[in-house]
Structure formats: structure tokens, C-alpha cells
């Protein structure tokens, strides 16, 4: 699927609950379905500088010249936040990752139910996620 095709069946599914407080569970169920990232990279060097609580994110090309992320938070809102993240730019190449307008975020409106800390750490992931992605891009370039 991509990015936007992703994009359109979150806001779907978030625009079949009005109620934030359901929303929010959502987001937690979620980033309880996320995979746990493996402790090696539990580290310093993936922690994401900018988030209130403690995030890891880590990427990696695959043969197919597609980006993976896998990530994980302590904090069980900001997992879900990271789990759409992922859920919307795994497996996609580091030009569409790069290119992409993440417009779920303010569609489902997120963003004006985050507090100022929650909304600087998603940014901060986000801005990550995309060097990760130019990062590749550059190495497929070279």
C-alpha cells in the first residue's frame, strides 16, 4: 500500500469514533500491538532527543531498497503515536518517505489533542524517521 493509501484507512478508521477518550484508546491498543524492538537498540544512539518519555527508533534498508522501522516508547500514548508512525512509513522507499505528507496527523486531529511536550516529541520521531530515510537515500546515491 502507500503512504496515502495507509494515511486514508487510518482516517477512517479513527473517523468512526467521535469520542477522544476512545480515540485515545485506540492509539494505546495500538502501540500495544507493536512489536517490541529488540534491546540492542535500547540504546543512547536510537533514543530520540526531544520526547518527554523515553523513544527508540531504529531503521533499516532492506534488499528491496525500502525502509523498516521498528520503535518502541515507556510511555503507552506516545508507543501508539509511534506505532501509527511506523504504521504509515514501514516498508516504504526513502523518496516516498521523504516526499510524503503525513496529513492523518492533523486529519484525525491529533494534533490539537496532543499537549505542546507530546506534540514536540512527535515531530521529533518524525523528524528521525525521515533522516533515517535520507540517510538511505544517500547511500543508495553513492
Not at 516498508?91 to 496529513?103: E, G
Request: proline share 4%; glycine share 4%.
Amino acid at each position: 500500500m502507500t503512504i496515502n493509501e495507509i494515511q486514508n484507512e487510518i482516517v477512517d478508521e479513527f473517523s468512526e469514533v467521535d469520542d477522544w477518550m476512545d480515540r485515545y484508546g485506540m492509539i494505546i491498543d495500538l502501540g500495544n500491538s507493536l512489536p517490541p524492538i529488540d534491546e540492542k537498540y535500547r540504546t543512547p544512539e536510537h533514543l530520540i532527543e526531544g520526547c518527554q518519555s523515553r523513544v527508540w527508533i531504529n531503521a533499516e534498508l532492506t534488499p528491496e531498497g525500502k525502509v523498516h522501522y521498528t520503535a518502541d516508547s515507556d510511555a503507552i500514548i506516545v508507543k501508539g503515536i509511534i506505532s501509527l508512525l511506523v504504521k504509515v512509513l514501514d516498508n516504504q522507499t526513502p523518496d516516498d518517505i521523504l516526499s510524503a505528507d503525513l496529513h492523518f496527523i492533523d486529519d484525525i486531529g491529533l494534533s490539537e489533542h496532543l499537549s505542546p511536550t507530546r506534540s514536540n516529541g512527535l515531530l521529533a520521531m518524525l523528524k528521525q524517521m525521515r533522516l533515517y530515510a535520507l540517510a538511505f537515500k544517500a547511500k543508495q546515491q553513492a
